[in-house]
């Protein structure tokens, strides 16, 4: 795998455009900032949030808008952050959902591949079932998702790498998969990110006999979106200096190696913040057979591939970075 030197893969870089879908949510926030930080021309799309014409609308269910959009940014790289990505609302809009995470994503790839442009489609640890005793999973290790969220994400993998698949030699793309566990980070509301929202279970359970119950079975690896941005414009860059995109590997994970269950975070953010959480009770009993969503135990995903590539893997302290922002959560 021969690359350019570092001296004009920046000169390339300066003149290359990177589109990032879902530049409104959580994570499309950061890796837009991760690109405009290195030098790239940035655009954003968004649907409800959009604000043209840093942040093009767009209804990624739309083929012809999707074409467009493309022709009109000319990317070199488009990150895929867009999705339906909480398991719940996934259960309650399963049509909504596949169209998002499915179709959507296969209509994109099969343009961006055709196109020879790179594209990095953002999935998830949930496509593995989480089994006790299974983690780590590799890249190698057989998805079998255990929820419709990690079922519509998997199937956005199969859709890009079988768009670029197709496309064969004409199109000099790369289509990679990049999956990554549950974020945290700079949110907009707490609500935005399934770590960041305990602060507010913290704080309900202040309230006069409270008995909020929160699992302490599952465990989680809570990642920064700002290291999953930085991820994303170093797999960028890479593209860009290699000559034979075809050599690079089509499915990538990333994960922070912090491990708490949401309990344990809960009594974190309780200690940062001088609270008590008499309030709160402890939920070990893991899954009820009965219900709609079941969740893995433990999906700790091995970045080791990423590792290979010369990806840099730190990863921000979850203590340390909540200590640090915890002042935007007191009341």
């Known amino acids: 795998m021969r690359l350019s030197s570092p001296h004009s893969q920046r000169q390339h870089i300066n003149t290359m455009a990177a589109l990032i879908t879902g530049a409104t949510g959580l994570l499309g926030r950061q890796v837009t900032k991760a690109f405009e930080r290195s030098g790239w021309r940035v655009i954003g799309t968004g649907y409800t949030r959009a604000s043209p014409p840093s942040i093009l609308k767009l209804d990624l269910t739309a083929p012809d808008e999707i074409a467009k959009v493309l022709e009109d940014v000319k990317p070199s790289v488009v990150v895929h ?3 339906n990505r909480f398991p719940d609302k996934c259960d309650n809009d399963p049509d909504g959902t596949r169209a998002l995470n499915d179709a959507a994503t296969r209509a994109l790839a099969k343009l961006c591949a055709l196109s020879s442009i790179c594209l990095i489609y953002i999935s998830t640890d949930y496509v593995f079932p989480g089994t006790e005793g299974d983690a780590p999973y590799h890249v190698t290790s057989a998805p079998k998702p255990p929820n419709l969220y990690g079922e519509t994400k998997l199937a956005g993998e199969k859709a890009v790498l079988e768009e670029y698949a197709k496309a064969g030699e004409k199109g000099k793309g790369w289509g990679v998969v990049l999956r990554v566990p549950v974020l945290y980070g700079e949110a907009e509301s707490p609500a935005e ?34 290291d999953v941005a930085r991820v994303c414009q170093e797999l960028a860059t890479k593209f860009l200096g290699t000559h034979d995109p075809k050599s690079l590997p089509i499915t990538l994970q990333f994960s922070s190696e912090d491990k708490f269950t949401k309990y344990e975070i809960c009594q974190l953010f309780a200690e940062i913040m ?27 995903l091995s970045s080791q591939a990423l590792k290979d ?17 915890a002042r935007a959560y007191r009341k």
Request: hydrophobic share 40%; net charge negative; with cysteine.
């Open 81 to 83: 952050c867009a999705a």
């Open 193 to 226: 990110s399934a770590v960041n929202v305990l602060m507010d279970a913290v704080w309900k359970a202040q309230e006069k006999d409270a008995s909020v119950k929160m699992d302490h079975w599952a465990l989680r690896y809570p990642t920064n979106t700002e």
């Open 274 to 300: 001088g609270l008590p959480l008499d309030g709160m009770v402890a939920n070990a009993e893991g899954n009820d057979p009965k219900a709609a969503v079941q969740r893995p135990y433990d999906c700790h």
């Open 309 to 325: 590539l010369g990806i840099d893997t730190s990863t921000m302290d979850f203590k340390g970075w909540w200590r640090r922002e």
